[in-house]
């Protein structure tokens, strides 16, 4: 019988602290958007790249997260913690992070915006240089261009002479 | 009877796409220097190879058509203008395709003509990591198309004020600033390179302030202040202007929609000293007035909650997105998929507000506020006739910089664009729901093309059917030169085949 109070005990303790159920598997940008009433306030995972520059404010940082489809931003709140080293451009691959945090339809703290408040970083894999690939052809086919452009020049300082 | 053009006609006009194209040439040269200041090498060689390709195509066309006078007639005029903006999204989309950023070369030239247009869809894959050059360039396209590409090369270039004339008016602007085409062109590029200078400060300075860097936030004012005030809707980032996660830089971006909306004979009048007419001006009227109806219908169709509870929220989600429809500019600080979750009461309240459209002469597209005015004011007119007594003489002026008194042909000139554009609104949206797509979002996404609005409901993806992307990139043009240009061409064409 102890036994069962026992159980009955840590049921109604979990469910007393944590009412909302969670959502913690991985969802996509769209997905959130799309469940956004199911999911508010609900605590949700995204994995994606960082993209763009962190966008540092008082008490924070703002971080854009593409998932290859969609982007979000995510609040990171000083307290978390994160810094990446990568942030996604044309010269880099940014680092590709998981989230855990806090999702909201409409966002009290940031006037209504539909974002995340991270609460947990992970780095799943750490971004890289974007080698710059110069197409010879391209270099070529540019010299050849701009040598025609010289030549019809002439041919036409000649024609009218 | 038809007319066959002579090979006159058709060597006038080629020398001048000639010297257009020569002219687009040039301006390809500028993305250059954002690649060189941002140390971008390869995208270099996509501008060197374009541009290099349209002084040989430009040169060969002034070479062989040379002409001794300038003599450019009506039809001249609106043929140069409607095959320059074809000829300008071949050549512009050259270096898009070459940044390997686009699924084809029909999606890189849906994005040259978004981008002339002044529209501000999108089809650019993975534009989060498009480089400063390419992205650079999609905005520079926005702000020639908002001046009016073949007006920026020929205002500088062209001798005779008459050749010009005809080409201004087959750019869709209809208004005369100054006493000639070429001083106001000229006018219009002094208040555009004064704003642009202005709003790019404040928003580099706001950027700043929001956590940009400074590169960043100077590149990013740049683009995204020739987006707003050439009321196309372009931004840097995938997000739009969610990226920036700011109500203050949106806040300037409206002011930016809203001088980018004002007619530029009005811009005028305001940098002379008249500031009465912003409170007279018929167009300006309409516009406050469409503006707070269309207004009233999203706010409508949004709300859940009391609204005194959520006014900021309503303020910033539903007036911000309505504004930039209205406007025709397609900034956006929703997702696609939040505003296709809105009721139809507020899709529809978005539909009419992009339709109706800003200011003529200025960088909007849709029917514009001064036909609306015109039109309600005969609407009035005749009403007014029906209740007064027969023997009454009856005159309804309007004012629109002075006092005009309004005549059947304004009246019938402003209902016949007003008609072309409900027409192309609703083919478009045909075509659409002809492939599958549901009829409020095929009129959304059509709406949006034709009055050059950019805002989307997701219909435009890459994955969308080639045949309606060619839908839309026609639909842009001919929203953008507001239909005389390309009847006058399709007039042309028929007339080779059929005229005598």
């Known amino acids: 019988m102890l036994k069962y109070k026992g159980v009955i005990f840590i049921f109604f303790f979990i469910l007393g602290f944590n009412l909302k159920p969670v959502f913690s598997q991985d969802l996509t940008i769209e997905e959130i958007i799309k469940r956004q009433e199911e999911l508010d306030q609900k605590e949700i995972s995204i994995s994606g790249e960082i993209i763009g520059e962190a966008l540092c404010r008082k008490g924070g940082c703002w971080f854009n997260i593409n998932d290859g489809n969609f982007a979000i931003g995510v609040w990171v709140p000083e307290e978390v913690r994160f810094k990446p080293k990568y942030i996604g451009s044309y010269k880099y691959r940014g680092d590709k992070i998981l989230v855990d945090g806090i999702f909201n339809r409409r966002c009290k703290q940031h006037l209504g915006e539909l974002d995340i408040h991270a609460k947990k970083i992970t780095l799943l894999k750490e971004g890289e240089v974007i080698e710059e690939r110069i197409d010879k052809g391209k270099i070529f086919l540019s010299i050849l261009i701009w040598v025609g452009v010289c030549l019809i020049l002439i041919l036409m300082r000649l024609s009218r002479k | ?500």
């Open chain 2, 1 to 500: 009877m038809l007319i066959r053009p002579n090979l006159k006609d058709i060597k006038v006009i080629l020398y001048y796409l000639g010297r257009i194209i020569v002219g687009l040439g040039v301006s390809f040269i500028l993305p250059i220097f954002v690649g060189i200041i941002f140390k971008e090498t390869a995208p270099l060689y996509d501008f060197l190879l374009s541009s290099g390709l349209c002084f040989i195509l430009g040169l060969i066309l002034i070479w062989i058509f040379r002409i001794k006078e300038e003599t450019v007639t009506w039809m001249h005029g609106m043929l140069i203008v409607s095959l320059s903006w074809l000829v300008a999204m071949f050549l512009g989309a050259i270096p898009l395709f070459l940044s390997g950023h686009y699924q084809g070369y029909l999606d890189s030239c849906f994005e040259a003509m978004s981008g002339l247009a002044t529209t501000g869809l999108t089809l650019t894959k993975d534009l989060d990591h498009l480089s400063f050059t390419h992205n650079f360039f999609r905005h520079l396209l926005m702000f020639m198309g908002g001046q009016g590409i073949v007006l920026v090369f020929l205002s500088f270039l062209i001798k005779t004020q008459m050749g010009v004339f005809k080409i201004y008016v087959g750019e869709a602007r209809d208004e005369i600033i100054l006493p000639n085409v070429v001083s106001t062109a000229r006018f219009i590029w002094i208040v555009s390179i004064t704003y642009l200078i202005l709003g790019t400060l404040i928003l580099a300075l706001v950027g700043i302030k929001e956590g940009l860097s400074i590169p960043q936030a100077i590149f990013n004012g740049l683009c995204v202040f020739m987006a707003g005030f050439d009321t196309g809707g372009f931004s840097p980032h995938s997000q739009n202007i969610l990226y920036y996660h700011s109500f203050f830089y949106e806040l300037i971006t409206i002011v930016i929609m809203v001088l980018g909306t004002i007619n530029f004979k009005l811009h005028y009048s305001l940098w002379s000293g008249n500031r009465k007419e912003i409170v007279k001006n018929i167009e300006i009227i309409s516009f406050f007035t469409t503006v707070m109806i269309t207004f009233s219908i999203v706010i409508l169709g949004i709300v859940q909650k009391p609204f005194s509870q959520n006014f900021l929220l309503y303020f910033r989600q539903g007036f911000y997105q309505l504004f930039s429809a209205h406007s025709g500019t397609g900034f956006s600080n929703l997702y696609s998929l939040q505003i296709k979750r809105w009721s139809n009461l507020a899709i529809l309240g978005l539909i009419v507000a992009m339709g109706l459209g800003g200011g003529v002469c200025s960088t909007t597209g849709g029917i514009k506020a001064l036909r609306i005015g015109i039109i309600f004011k005969a609407i009035v007119q005749d009403i007014k006739r029906i209740l007064l007594p027969e023997s009454t003489v009856l005159v309804e002026k309007f004012h629109h910089i002075k006092e005009i008194i309004l005549e059947d042909k304004h009246v019938r000139s402003c209902m016949i664009i007003t008609f072309c554009y409900l027409f192309l609104y609703f083919l478009g949206a045909l075509i659409a729901v002809g492939l599958g797509y549901p009829f409020l979002d095929a009129l959304f996404e059509s709406v949006s093309a034709s009055a050059n609005v950019g805002l989307s409901l997701g219909i435009t993806q890459l994955g969308m059917p080639s045949i309606l992307k060619v839908t839309y990139i026609l639909q842009m043009w001919i929203g953008r030169l507001e239909f005389i240009a390309i009847f006058t061409l399709i007039g042309f064409l028929v007339s080779i085949f059929k005229g005598k």
